[in-house]
């Protein structure tokens, strides 16, 4: 009889690796990528909270008029971080059985972006003409996105954003023509005394007039600009809600359409998989049989 799969997958596990097949590689594997096991959900919780508490540090190491002590503190901080870091991005890199793989795949590199910055800062404090040790500093902020691979809304968002982009990709480019338009219009209406001085600037003057933003550094004077710009306002206000709803719908029709049971292949690791399904429909590996009763 097979061992049941989880019925909720690691949200950080790596689509294209495989688990290794015994050993204390399979122990460490199972710890760091799949959250659905009582050490898997102790091991992603306080990585999110070493992860929260280094941006914070971050952050404070950017406030001007610190003290000598209190900036010491920040980099003996930041070491510790650091040091942690790189012994979950090691761990990562030996427990999967193909660490290239990994280390090119978006979460290792998101895992190589968060160790490099402070490293960099030691290697090359005096390259001033190279890179800013201050950038490279404030590049830290960077490790917020290894939030996205412990959390499983991120991944549902992302899934459904993926599914509309072709809607999406749409409606930004109905967007860039309207603002185009009324932009040139606007440059012909207005003309360079009103501070519409060429179209591209006309475009920007669309542009945040469109968004709500209206910033104020470019303003109508005649009537008929006013007017056009009220068209603007009023059609930027009913079209900020299309990208929403297009994302939204895409969300509620997968939560609708999902399956009571989630199958997992055992060799590539995907996900949704139909009950009555025999074989993965990615790399064509037989799944095991369902648990007793079919369900999660």
Not at 45 to 73: H, R, T
Request: glycine content about 8%; proline content about 7%; aromatic content about 10%.
């Amino acid at each position: 009889m097979s061992t049941p799969q989880p019925a909720h997958p690691p949200a950080a596990t790596p689509a294209p690796e495989a688990r290794p097949q015994a050993g204390w590689r399979l122990a460490l594997y199972t710890v760091i990528f799949e959250s659905d096991t009582r050490a898997g959900r102790l091991f992603d919780i306080w990585l999110i909270v070493l992860i929260l508490a280094s941006v914070a540090v971050v952050m404070l190491d950017s406030l001007p008029g610190q003290s000598a002590q209190l900036q010491a503190v920040f980099d003996v901080l930041e070491w510790v971080f650091t040091a942690l870091f790189t012994l979950e991005y090691v761990a990562r890199l030996v427990s999967v059985r193909h660490a290239w793989r990994y280390a090119l795949s978006f979460y290792g590199l998101i895992d190589l972006l968060a160790l490099l910055p402070t490293y960099l800062a030691l290697l090359v404090p005096g390259v001033h003409a190279l890179i800013d040790v201050r950038v490279l500093r404030l590049l830290r902020v960077f490790r917020i996105f290894k939030l996205t691979a412990y959390l499983a809304e991120y991944q549902a968002l992302g899934l459904a954003l993926r599914a509309s982009r072709r809607k999406i990709l749409v409606f930004i480019t109905a967007v860039l023509m309207i603002v185009l338009v009324m932009g040139t219009v606007m440059y012909v209406v207005e003309g360079p005394a009103n501070g519409f001085t060429s179209i591209p600037t006309s475009v920007y003057w669309a542009i945040t007039t469109m968004t709500t933003v209206g910033f104020g550094d470019i303003t109508p004077k005649t009537e008929l600009g006013r007017f056009i710009s009220s068209v603007m306002m009023l059609l930027g206000w009913g079209t900020l809600a299309v990208p929403t709803g297009i994302v939204t719908a895409e969300m509620t029709a997968r939560r609708i359409g999902a399956q009571p049971a989630s199958r997992i292949c055992p060799e590539c690791l995907r996900e949704g998989h139909a009950p009555e399904a025999h074989y993965c429909l990615h790399c064509g590996t037989a799944l095991p049989p369902l648990p007793q009763g079919g369900g999660p």
